[in-house]
């Protein structure tokens, strides 16, 4: 086995929107739409669509930074540029946290449709589903973009299923019913962030992407965009059809939906494409945590064996199998939202100091080459990264206490490697 190495450059502008559609799309509609109901009422859209605008905000940040650094190693590179190497470390180890997490998550998902069909038990089922994910991630990254496409265009599909057999249901309920208030479409919203979590992933592809400087910010939007339109439809759809109490009901929100407007049947079907769905959101952040783990050990940030890259399939198959071991381990308690919630701790502090980073840099390094660029000055200073970041701490309020100290606890272990790995040097 290689130790460091180059990752072979086999993506192009399809390969990497679609991967980061599929990423999306299978983290929160399938595996959260009725924790966020229960919350939010028929306004569950409303909430969607609060996360669409900040996730938009933070978005274009992580657009520019991938076109001035179109590393795998992403907000490591960015927050060291702009803040020193500890603060690089803590990024990084936040998105490493995130990652792990989310695969959890959304193999709880998983595992929870499988519960349906076949009344095994979702945890053991998550633990396969992570198993065989890691064994295709080692494989090859063009493996795996293909797998994610196929996966893609099906989860995909499942969704506009849902919206078109909303159709006849639309009008039938209060779409601005709100059990809990306010407060709880702001709750939701902090929830349901974690649909939107994916977009990040996308730029840990970039040294296996061709022109990464101008394809990944393109397909980035891309990705997000597409995901927007098609969460705010199938949202309303949802509640036309059940309702909130329906939806907060059932651990597989679309199986009932379909299963509400044309029966049993078609509930098997759309359990198999959430199924889908929901796998490939799982190797899809498998893959990208790795690269990131992959790319913080070239650079002595964490141990060796992270870096060494497979001499035949060219991917960084030890940090594969680490992040797929660790998710494996988070899946073991079976509480989604609360795995959830604290993945979204470790977003939202991180988008925060991505978005400073975009802020920050514009002053420090104003000549640095931007092949794109954040839209919308004030007196030279970026107004979309201002909002992020904004948006990150108030979506942070949001999360129960329990979980953010879950959060604290992770980042002082980060702070603690960090020590070990950095000498506590800048």
Not at 64 to 75: D, G, I, N, W
Not at 143 to 170: K, R
Not at 236 to 262: D, Q, Y
Not at 325 to 339: D, E, H, K, S
Request: aromatic letters at 10%; one cysteine or more; charged letters at 10%.
């Amino acid at each position: 086995m290689e130790r460091g190495g180059r990752l072979k450059r086999a993506l192009g502008l399809p390969e990497v929107t679609l991967s980061g559609i599929g990423i999306i799309l299978g983290a929160g509609i399938y595996a959260l739409m009725g924790e966020a109901a229960g919350l939010a009422g028929n306004a569950v859209w409303v909430a969607f669509g609060i996360s669409a605008v900040m996730a938009a905000c933070t978005g274009l940040s992580y657009a520019e930074l991938s076109s001035m650094f179109p590393r795998a190693s992403a907000e490591y590179i960015y927050a060291g540029r702009a803040f020193g190497r500890t603060a690089a470390f803590l990024v990084g180890w936040l998105i490493l946290a995130s990652g792990v997490l989310s695969a959890a998550t959304v193999a709880l998902g998983f595992g929870g449709y499988v519960a349906g069909l076949t009344g095994i038990q979702a945890v053991p089922a998550a633990l396969i589903l992570i198993a065989g994910l890691a064994a295709i991630g080692v494989y090859g990254i063009r493996e795996t973009a293909l797998f994610a496409i196929a996966m893609t265009l099906i989860e995909a599909g499942g969704i506009v299923f849902v919206i078109v057999i909303g159709l006849p249901y639309l009008g039938s309920v209060d779409y601005f019913a709100m059990p809990k208030g306010l407060s709880g479409v702001f709750e939701a919203s902090a929830l349901v962030f974690f649909a939107y979590m994916g977009f990040e992933e996308m730029v840990k592809l970039a040294e296996e992407t061709r022109e990464p400087e101008k394809t990944i910010p393109r397909a980035l939007i891309l990705a997000l965009a597409t995901a927007v339109v098609l969460y705010m439809l199938v949202t309303v759809s949802a509640v036309s059809v059940l309702g909130w109490e329906g939806l907060a009901a059932t651990p597989a929100p679309f199986a009932a939906i379909a299963e509400a407007a044309l029966g049993g049947s078609a509930a098997l079907i759309i359990s198999l494409v959430a199924l889908c769905a929901t796998a490939n959101t799982s190797l899809l952040l498998i893959v990208s945590t790795s690269r990131l783990a992959w790319g913080m050990a070239g650079d002595g940030a964490l141990p060796a064996p992270l870096a060494r890259v497979h001499p035949a399939f060219r991917t960084p198959w030890v940090a594969v199998v680490a992040a797929a071991a660790i998710a494996a381990a988070f899946t073991l308690p079976g509480r989604i939202t609360y795995v959830a919630n604290a993945t979204n701790f470790a977003l939202f502090l991180t988008f925060a100091l991505v978005n400073a980073t975009v802020v920050f840099l514009r002053f420090r390094e104003p000549d640095t080459p931007r092949p794109f660029r954040v839209p919308l000055d004030v007196l030279e200073v970026p107004l979309m990264p201002v909002l992020g970041i904004i948006f990150s701490f108030f979506l942070l309020l949001q999360i129960e206490a329990g979980v953010v100290l879950l959060g604290i606890g992770i980042l002082l272990l980060g702070w603690g490697v960090s020590r070990v790995y950095r000498g506590g040097g800048e």
